[in-house]
C-alpha cells in the first residue's frame, strides 16, 4: 500500500465520522461498525521509506558526530596540555631552597625547645593549683551546707525534747542536758 493510501483512507473515515456527528439522529451500531470494519493495510517498508527522508533531515549524520567529537577530544587536549604546562611552570618557580635572616622563633634550637617546655610546664602547674584551689573551695562549701543542714536538725529536736520536757515534767531527768563544748558555733556564721 502507498502511504499516500493510507492517508486518502484515513481522510475518509473522518469525513465519514463528522457526517454521522452532523445528524440529529443518533449514529446506529451498523454504520458505526461499518466504518470500523474499513480495512486498512500498511507496508512497514514502504511507510518507512516514505517517512524516512522527512525524519533524518533533522538529524545529524555519522560524519557530523565523528566531526563533532574530534572537536571536543582536541579541546580536551589542548586545555590538558595547558593545565600541565601551567603546573610545570609554577612547580619550577618554586624555590628548591630558602635562606633565612635573623631571629627564627620555634624548635631551632635545644635552648628555644627548652624555653617553650618550660613555659607549657609552667601553664600546666599553674592550672593544677588553680583547678585545687576551687576544688577545696568547693569541698569547703560542700561542707559547710551539710554541717547547716545538721546544724537544723539538731536544733529541730533539741527543741522537740525542750517541749517534751516542758510538758511532761516527770520524764524530764531522762534527757541530761546536751553539751556540744562550743562544737557548732564555728559553723554558726553569718
Known amino acids: 500500500m502507498n ?7 484515513i481522510k475518509a473515515i473522518k469525513a465519514q465520522l463528522d457526517e454521522i456527528s452532523k445528524r440529529p439522529a443518533p449514529a ?3 454504520q458505526l461498525e461499518q466504518i470500523n470494519s474499513r480495512p486498512i493495510t500498511l507496508n512497514p517498508k514502504e511507510f518507512a ?11 545529524p549524520n555519522t560524519v557530523a558526530i565523528e566531526k563533532a567529537a574530534d572537536e571536543a577530544a582536541n579541546r580536551i587536549m589542548q586545555t590538558a596540555d595547558k593545565a600541565a604546562k601551567t603546573i610545570n611552570q609554577a612547580a619550577q618557580d ?11 622563633y620555634g624548635f631551632t634550637t635545644f635552648y628555644a625547645a627548652l624555653a617553650y617546655g618550660l613555659v607549657l ?14 576544688r577545696e573551695q568547693a569541698q ?11 546544724i537544723r536538725e539538731r536544733d529541730y529536736y533539741y527543741n522537740q525534747i525542750q517541749d517534751y520536757k516542758r510538758n511532761n515534767a516527770k520524764y524530764a531527768r531522762l534527757f541530761p542536758a546536751y553539751d556540744d563544748k562550743g562544737f557548732w558555733d564555728q559553723y554558726n556564721k553569718p
Open 49 to 59: 521509506q516514505y517517512v524516512l527522508p522527512d525524519l533524518k533531515e533533522g538529524l
Open 28 to 30: 446506529t451500531a451498523e
Open 121 to 134: 610546664l609552667l601553664v600546666v602547674f599553674g592550672a593544677w593549683l588553680l583547678c585545687d584551689h576551687y
Open 140 to 150: 569547703e562549701t560542700v561542707i559547710y551546707k551539710q554541717a547547716q543542714e545538721v
Open 3 to 9: 502511504p499516500q493510501d493510507l492517508f486518502n483512507d
Open 94 to 104: 618554586v624555590p628548591r631552597q630558602v635562606r633565612v635572616t635573623g631571629d627564627i
